[in-house]
């Protein structure tokens, strides 16, 4: 098993270096976000019962 980071751009997955593989070849991305993606994520304006309903959700 090979790790590879990608970056996501225009609804696709691109290595951040050069990899050799066979076109076709199946992989699994497993996302690990840093803490400035969770915070723009989660920083857009959201309407007030979104916020609470997901803020239960975490408790």
Known sequence: MEE???VYEK???KPLKKV???EGTHGKVILELGLADIIER???KVEKDALREFLEERR
């Open 4 to 6: 590879v980071e990608v």
């Open 42 to 44: 989660f920083g857009e």
């Open 20 to 22: 050799n593989l066979k």
């Open 11 to 13: 609804g696709v997955f």
